[in-house]
Nanobody
């Protein structure tokens, strides 16, 4: 059974950093497309970043240069390093996975959340001004 468990969320002031982690179990993690999504109150869930099995990454424009997605295959863990946080980054952050390549399930495309098969429960990030 596939399980994704996020951790590392919290409340920080604008300009500070947080690192989210997603512990993965139940499948051959290294061959999947792994991604981070977020959902703010009364907004649609949106893709933030993805990392493919070959290590190639994609980001939505609003986080480029501030967020970095990475993974440690030996630890079966996905990360999201978030720097220079802004109040508009406040959201519940979700780890997601799909068996297809990230070039198929493009994380920043409209409706991308409907393409990913596996989801964690989320971790809250709150950024105050």
């Amino acid at each position: 059974q596939v399980q994704l468990v996020e951790s590392g969320g919290g409340s920080v002031q604008a300009g500070r950093s947080l690192r989210l982690s997603c512990s993965v179990s139940g499948y051959t993690y290294s061959t999947y497309c792994m991604a981070w999504f977020r959902q703010a109150p009364v907004k649609e869930r949106e893709g933030v970043a993805s990392i493919d099995s070959d290590g190639s990454t994609m980001y939505r424009d609003s986080v480029k240069g501030r967020f970095t997605i990475s993974k440690d295959n030996a630890k079966n863990t996905l990360y999201l390093q978030m720097n220079s946080l802004k109040p508009e980054d406040t959201a519940m952050y979700y780890c997601a996975a799909d068996r297809r390549s990230c070039t198929v399930v493009r994380v920043a495309a409209p409706g991308a959340q409907y393409e990913y098969d596996y989801w964690g429960q989320g971790t809250q990030v709150t950024v105050s001004s």
